[in-house]
C-alpha cells in the first residue's frame, strides 16, 4: 500500500481532459512540493511536471499540474493516444525520511 | 546530452549479492543528488535509496536498510547499489536518476531466485 494514493485506473476519449488525482499527508504533499511522472509501456519512467506545476522544456502545455493542501492533481487535455502510459507521483516524506511515490495510474485512451 | 546507463543486473540465488553501477555523462555529476528506484514485475515505482553530491548523506527504504548500501565515485561519474543478502522480493527493474528523478536510466533487471 503506497503512501501516496492514486487511482488505479483512468480513462477518456481523444480530445477529452482527463485528472488523476495523488492523495498524501501533511508530512509529505502537505508540505512538500510534488513531481508527475509518465511511463510509457517498456520504457524508463519521464518528467512530466517537477515543483507541483511546472514543466520541463519539451513537455507539451497539454500537461498541467496542480496541488491543494495534501493533495496534487496531474491534468492532461486534449488526450491523444500516445498519451496511454502510467503516470505517478512523487514527494519526499518528511516523517519516513523517504521519498515515496504513488501506485501509479493506468491512463486508458478509448 | 545528459545520459544514465545502468549495468550489474542478473540472476542472483537468495542471499546473494550483487552490484549495480550506474555511468552518468552530459552533466556535471558531483553537482547532484543521485537516486536508485525499482520496479517490480508488474508493478509500481519504488524509491529505494539517494545519496548526497559529496556522498556524505545517504538515505534509504526501511525495506533494504542494512542490506544495500548506495555510493558514487564522483571521479568516475558513477553510482553503485551494492546488494548483499537479496531476497525473492528484491527481484526488479533497478533505475538510477538525478536529484529531481530527471532523466532516468534504462533499468538494469535483477532476478532474485534458487
Known amino acids: 500500500q503506497s503512501v501516496l494514493t492514486q487511482p488505479p485506473s483512468a480513462s477518456g476519449t481523444p480530445g477529452q481532459r482527463v485528472t488523476i488525482s495523488c492523495s498524501g499527508s501533511?508530512?509529505?504533499?502537505?508540505?512538500?512540493?510534488v513531481n508527475w511522472y509518465q511511463q510509457l509501456p517498456g520504457t524508463a519512467p519521464k518528467l512530466l511536471i517537477y515543483?507541483?506545476?511546472q514543466r520541463p522544456s519539451g513537455v507539451p502545455d497539454r500537461f498541467s499540474g496542480s496541488k491543494s493542501g495534501t493533495s496534487a492533481s496531474l491534468a492532461i487535455s486534449g488526450l491523444q493516444s500516445e498519451d496511454e502510459a502510467d503516470y505517478y507521483c512523487?514527494?519526499?516524506?518528511?516523517?519516513?525520511?523517504?521519498?515515496?511515490f504513488g501506485g501509479g495510474t493506468k491512463l486508458t485512451v478509448l | 546530452e545528459v545520459q544514465l546507463v545502468e549495468s550489474g543486473g542478473g540472476l542472483v540465488r537468495p542471499g546473494g549479492s550483487l552490484r549495480l553501477s550506474c555511468a552518468a555523462s552530459?552533466?556535471?555529476?558531483?553537482?547532484?543528488?543521485m537516486h536508485w528506484v525499482r520496479q517490480a514485475p508488474g508493478k509500481g515505482l519504488e524509491w529505494v535509496a539517494n545519496?548526497?553530491?559529496?556522498?556524505?548523506?545517504?538515505n534509504y527504504v526501511d525495506s533494504v536498510k542494512g542490506r544495500f548500501t548506495i555510493s558514487r565515485d564522483n571521479a568516475k561519474n558513477s553510482l553503485y547499489l551494492q546488494m548483499n543478502s537479496l531476497r525473492a522480493e528484491d527481484s526488479a527493474v533497478y533505475y538510477c536518476?538525478?536529484?529531481?528523478?530527471?532523466?532516468w536510466g534504462q533499468g538494469t533487471p535483477v532476478t532474485v531466485s534458487s
Open positions: 515543483d507541483n506545476n
Open positions: 552530459g552533466f556535471i555529476f558531483s553537482n547532484y543528488w
Open positions: 501533511s508530512s509529505n504533499i502537505g508540505g512538500k512540493t
Open positions: 512523487v514527494a519526499w516524506d518528511n516523517s519516513l525520511s523517504n521519498w515515496v
Open positions: 545519496i548526497k553530491e559529496d556522498g556524505c548523506e545517504t
Open positions: 536518476a538525478r536529484e529531481r528523478f530527471d532523466p
